[in-house]
């Protein structure tokens, strides 16, 4: 059974620019969610997309969006990059929202900002 | 003050020891508990959830909840140099609706030396 997939695993951006990073889920599973993650503030939690809505957004500029699509695949965009936005970007699915069977977690997107 | 304190260590113990992992919340609205592992370049791995107050054990893992205190832990029994990892205390509060939000604790780092 294929995990969480992110893509891609690393990225170099420049400062002003933005980036798409993407997620697909766990076949079946139509939660998803994203999180940041830094040295400095741990796991902080960006959005969670249900069905194609996003249900819930954690405390991120609206510099930070994401969408899902029909096939519960998701994107998560970054315009104007700053340098603080260099971080792991960590994708979860969930076979559904409303029961804690856990979170399944990607490896990860690493992005560095320049 | 986080919602959710969760010591960083570094801890370091000798093979076959017993580990002694703790978080303290204060969001009495949290209802699941969840202990994930995170491997170097590795997104995090769940261990164990629990929703009731008291002990449940997997293996070498027990995840312990005591919702009077506000006080979580994880236990590991026999410890390899395997398990040498960060590991997180994850917690989650229903929203709005239906949606779900996780908020970790910073992770503490274990290392299990041979």
């Known amino acids: 059974k294929a995990g969480v997939t992110q893509t891609p695993r690393y990225l170099i951006k420049t400062r002003g620019q933005q980036v798409t990073l993407s997620c697909s889920p766990i076949s079946g599973h139509r939660s998803v969610s994203w999180y940041q993650q830094t040295p400095g503030q741990g796991l902080q939690f960006l959005f969670e997309y249900f069905s194609e809505t996003q249900r819930n957004k954690g405390n991120f500029p609206g510099r930070f969006s994401g969408r899902q699509f029909s096939n519960s695949r998701s994107e998560m965009n970054v315009s104007t990059l700053e340098l603080g936005d260099s971080a792991l970007y960590l994708c979860?699915?969930?076979?559904?929202?409303?029961?804690?069977?856990?979170?399944?977690f990607g490896s990860g997107t690493r992005l560095t900002v320049v | 003050q986080k919602e959710v304190e969760q010591d960083p260590g570094p801890l370091s113990v000798p093979e076959g020891a017993i580990v002694s992992l703790n978080c303290t919340y204060s969001?009495?609205?949290?209802?699941?508990f969840m202990w994930y592992r995170q491997y170097s370049r590795k997104g995090p791995e769940l261990l164990m959830y629990t929703y009731s107050s008291g002990n449940k054990e997997d293996g070498r893992f027990t995840a312990q909840v005591d919702k009077s205190s506000k006080y979580i832990s994880l236990f590991i029994r026999d410890s390899q140099p395997s398990d040498s990892a960060t590991y997180l205390c994850?917690?989650?509060?229903?929203?709005?609706?239906?949606?779900?939000?996780?908020?970790f604790g910073s992770g503490t780092q274990l290392t299990v030396l041979p």
């Open positions: 994850a917690m989650s509060r229903r929203t709005s609706g239906s949606a779900r939000q996780l908020t």
């Open positions: 969001n009495s609205a949290f209802q699941y």
């Open positions: 979860a699915s969930s076979l559904e929202i409303d029961r804690a069977n856990g979170y399944t």
